[in-house]
T-cell receptor, first 114, second 118 residues
Framework: GENVEQHPSTLSVQEGDSAVIKCTYSDSASNYFPWYKQELGKRPQLIIDIRSNVGEKKDQRIAVTLNKTAKHFSLHITETQPEDSAVYFCAAKDRSGGYQKVTFGTGTKLQVIP | GAVVSQHPSWVICKSGTSVKIECRSLDFQATTMFWYRQFPKQSLMLMATSNEGSKATYEQGVEKDKFLINHASLTLSTLTVTSAHPEDSSFYIC??????????????FGPGTRLTVL
């Protein structure tokens, strides 16, 4: 099955600075990489995703890059704001066993300091 | 669209009792539903994958006789924690995927159920 590693586990940035979270995956067959934001006690919310046929995707202050050869992908948040503070999870679509399940990374707790 | 609900949102039970959690896709038919468990400050750990009309596929280390999953329809899946113990206390989250005719089916998460076993 898929194994997803995520770094760093915690990240503190000053408001307005950029934040970068990195993930690696093990299964070269994975072709879908979503990123989720989870606030305390709430459900994960999809914030951006990227498919294996593109290398970069941007949505306002959020961007994701994918390097298929190296099997790693990153989340970039620019001009961070206090409301960006949350736990972020990367994930990779795993098709082992015939079921398309998503394997999550270990999470990054992002704190944006006003 | 694409709303997933869970019931109850929180439950407290005594050790040895069973608890049922429902996961519903409110405005779409879910081809597959997933059940996750999340301990404090940890990631979501997939417990099982559930397809309507067939037996659930459990992840390694998850006891299928303890965590009973029933996927009775395309809009409802239930997770029953049998003979619950304090170590089963956790945040249980379901998600549902909607068939979109391609392989990148987005997962929609329920709001989660906080289970506390005394």
């Amino acid at each position: 099955g898929e194994n997803v590693e995520q770094h760093p586990s915690t990240l503190s940035v000053q408001e307005g600075d950029s934040a970068v979270i990195k993930c690696t995956y093990s299964d070269s067959a994975s072709n879908y990489f979503p990123w989720y934001k989870q606030e305390l006690g709430k459900r994960p919310q999809l914030i951006i995703d990227i498919r294996s046929n593109v290398g970069e995707k941007k949505d306002q202050r959020i961007a994701v890059t994918l390097n298929k050869t190296a099997k790693h992908f990153s989340l970039h948040i620019t001009e961070t704001q206090p409301e960006d503070s949350a736990v972020y999870f990367c994930a990779a679509k795993d098709r082992s066993g015939g079921y398309q399940k998503v394997t999550f990374g270990t999470g990054t707790k992002l704190q944006v300091i006003p | 669209g694409a709303v997933v609900s869970q019931h109850p949102s929180w439950v407290i039970c005594k050790s040895g009792t069973s608890v049922k959690i429902e996961c519903r896709s409110l405005d779409f038919q879910a081809t597959t539903m997933f059940w996750y468990r999340q301990f404090p400050k940890q990631s979501l750990m997939l417990m099982a994958t559930s397809n309507e009309g067939s037996k659930a596929t459990y992840e390694q280390g998850v006891e299928k006789d303890k965590f009973l999953i029933n996927h009775a329809s395309l809009t409802l899946s239930t997770l029953t924690v049998t003979s619950a113990h304090p170590e089963d206390s956790s945040f249980y989250i379901c998600s549902a995927t909607r068939f979109a005719g391609r392989s990148y089916n987005e997962q929609f998460f329920g709001p989660g159920t906080r289970l506390t076993v005394l």
